[in-house]
């Protein structure tokens, strides 16, 4: 799930993750406050959050993502590249950090470092899903 209010960022996201092996993209918000309903319904393995939204920012949604689905991976996502808001991020209980500017080298390396560590387990464990969901809100 990917909560960022730039559609454009959206679109590049989604074809970005789809051109990786084992990754299904299975759906999109375009608001945070819709986030954490669609989140729970679909049930993705991975979140990815933008800090820096109008309205509910990504540090006030990691938490309510987290009490909602306290299994799923949470990675924090923004153009803002500094040590405090990666500390904010984890500290607010996200997984992970990426920038966007560098999203291209390090997204797919943490979801599968995140993954291969078992953070996830928010899909059904019995089904064989063959990959990572993701689920794109933003």
Known sequence: ??????????????????GHAGVRVIGSVSHAADAVGRAQSLRPD???????????????????????????????????????YRDAALQAGADAFVSKVDMDIELMPSIARLTQAGRSRSINEEEDIGGVFIFLAG
């Open 1 to 18: 799930m990917l909560v960022d209010n730039s559609l454009i960022f959206l679109r590049i996201a989604a074809q970005f993750l789809r």
């Open 46 to 84: 991975v979140v990815l959050v933008d800090l820096m939204m109008p309205g509910i920012s990504g540090l006030k949604l990691i938490p309510q993502l987290r009490t909602a689905l306290p299994r799923v991976i949470i990675i924090a996502v923004s153009m803002m590249d500094h040590a405090g």
